[in-house]
């Protein structure tokens, strides 16, 4: 119902308008012609028919095209935000491996061949633990705190009968807190603190609920690809110069914006929204002080705030397109600053550049926008559009009162024939321009918190559960067979210490003693290899 009987932003009602005044023409055409018969007036209603068919696929097509606009604006959007968010997660993927990383990083499977040769799965969901989890957090659901759930929620091996063959997981306890935790001093994180509920500020990954913050780096990249895509999204629907288009701090975690500004508390009174829905109905919204305070209602937030000294540069770089090439300018700097400094550790030069072209595809998205946005609609083709559709509201009651020979039927197919042109002639109109009709604009301040909670992801650090078990931990498994470790750990909590100590010193004998033996084959097959090429090169120094 709310679809529709809503008047913000309706074609029906401002299709509404034109089609009471086509009714008001034909109660006009009778009371000036009273009863006579239907052809006195035209030989045949076709006449009018023509005309009627003519100016109607004038207007569609024009839909059509405006429909066209539309999603192509949709998709030049997307695309640049996408291309712009690779470019942030492979730099910050990148800038894990750094040297300075190298004492928290999760192990390698590169480093560890032999785990394949054990009877290890990396199965997350196993045994009688297999129930579906909700990827959203429920609203009545009981908070844990992070400890608890590592306790209950990770345990691999929990009711796994491995007499019966089941392989034992290799993961170890998740590490809640990415690994952050490994670079300052116990009990110390970033987003992660074991005795407090778990994300219980509601900032996700941005929080500092563990008393550090993340990585320098990672906020840095972060504001200035959120700085980047809110001036793009601000100059799309903004472009002239001297008008207001704000950019504010966003808060982590707070609401989604309204898709709707007459939905948010305190933009309109109760008096204005109604005087606002009138002049949308009328058509007389489309000022560019109109425009104006409605982007000053609705400033995009950019992660870290903006500082004076950026808004005085974003001031004097003249017209949108600079002002976003600035930013852009800025963000790639950085990238190839902290490259060659080593803040991406040893990723070479050609990754790299890969970053750089979704850079470059991200600003191809942003003026397939503009170009949009710029270049209206035809000019020749909008005009006999709305001229046309001025003569409709008189001809449609001429063709009615042609072929119609009851009074009140006829005034109600003139109004929703009347109206149902004017409205598609309208919704033509809402579509053109994605960025600037009121409210039928594409909701980018809705897009501009998308991205920003995206960039946040950055700061989670490594998987959860790429911390499997240590270097020890797997020397031990080795000595012993994975059933009977993973019993002995689930009945007594820890691993067995003395009989599989024998066992494992029995094996680490084996083992040397095997490794001494394929030493010493190795080498004597060099030394053979050696003494060939001395006498091969001792015949060519003869000779």
């Known amino acids: 119902m709310n679809l529709i009987f809503r008047l913000r932003g309706s074609a029906v009602a401002r299709g509404m308008i034109p089609g009471l005044i086509s009714v008001l023409v034909f109660v006009i055409i009778q009371a000036q012609h009273g009863e006579r018969e239907p052809e006195e007036l035209a030989s045949h209603p076709y006449a009018f028919g023509v005309l009627v068919s003519s100016v109607s696929f004038l207007i569609v097509f024009r839909a059509n095209h405006g429909y066209s606009r539309y999603w192509e604006a949709c998709g030049a959007i997307h695309q640049m935000m996408s291309k712009w968010m690779d470019s942030a997660s492979h730099m910050g993927s990148y800038h894990l491996q750094c040297d300075h990383y190298l004492h928290i990083k999760p192990p390698s499977f590169y480093d560890f061949p032999e785990l394949n040769q054990e009877f290890y799965t990396m199965d997350r969901m196993r045994g009688k633990n297999k129930v579906a989890r909700s990827l959203n957090r ?40 990415g690994g952050w935790g490994g670079l300052f001093e116990k009990d110390s994180s970033t987003y992660y603190k074991k005795d407090l509920p778990w994300n219980s500020d509601g900032e996700g990954f941005a929080s500092t ?14 504001h200035l690809c959120s700085l980047l895509n809110a001036v793009a999204l601000s100059t799309l629907r903004c472009d002239i110069d001297g008008a207001e288009a704000p950019l504010d701090a966003y808060q982590p975690g707070s609401p989604w914006p309204e898709a709707d500004p007459d939905m948010i508390p305190g933009v309109y009174e109760k008096s204005q929204k109604w005087s606002m829905i009138f002049k949308r109905m009328t ?32 001031q004097t770089a003249r017209g949108p397109y600079a002002k976003t090439q600035l930013c852009w300018q800025w963000l790639s700097e950085f990238i190839i600053r902290e490259h060659l400094a080593g803040s991406t550790g040893k990723v070479g030069a050609p990754i790299i550049s890969r970053v750089a072209q979704f850079l470059s595809d991200g600003m191809l998205g942003y003026n397939h926008a503009r170009k949009i946005m710029y270049i209206p609609f035809p000019f020749p083709h909008a005009q006999m559009s709305a001229i046309y559709i001025m003569f409709m509201i008189v001809v449609i009651p001429l063709l009615m009162d042609e072929i119609t020979t009851t009074y009140w039927l006829a005034s109600i197919l003139t109004f929703f024939t009347t109206t149902c042109l004017a409205g598609l002639h309208e919704v033509a109109r809402e579509l053109e321009n994605p960025f600037r009709n009121i409210p039928n604009d594409l909701p980018i301040n809705t897009f501009q918190a998308f991205f920003n909670e995206a960039l946040y992801t950055m700061y989670s650090g490594y998987h959860p559960d790429f911390f499997w078990d240590t270097k020890e931990d797997i020397k031990k498994k080795n000595c012993q067979s994975p059933g009977e470790a993973d019993n002995a750990e689930a009945v007594t909590g820890k691993a067995p210490k003395q009989k599989e100590s024998s066992k494992c010193l029995n094996n680490s004998k084996k083992s040397s003693s095997m490794n001494d033996l394929i030493d010493v084959a190795e080498l004597k097959s060099l030394i053979e290899a050696q003494g060939r090429e001395i006498e091969r090169l001792r015949q060519i120094v003869e000779e």
């Open 138 to 177: 429920v609203g009545n659901c009981n908070i844990e705190t992070a400890e608890t759930m590592e306790e209950s929620f990770f345990d691999r091996n929990v009711n796994i009968d491995t007499s019966q063959g089941e392989p034992v997981s290799l993961l170890g306890k998740a590490r809640m807190d």
């Open 283 to 314: 058509g007389n919204d489309r000022t560019p002080e109109g425009r104006t305070r409605y982007n000053a209602s609705r400033p995009l937030s950019v992660i870290g705030g903006v500082s004076d000294a950026e808004i005085r540069f974003l």
């Open 209 to 222: 609920a563990g008393g550090r913050t993340p990585a320098l780096f990672l906020q840095e990249l972060a």
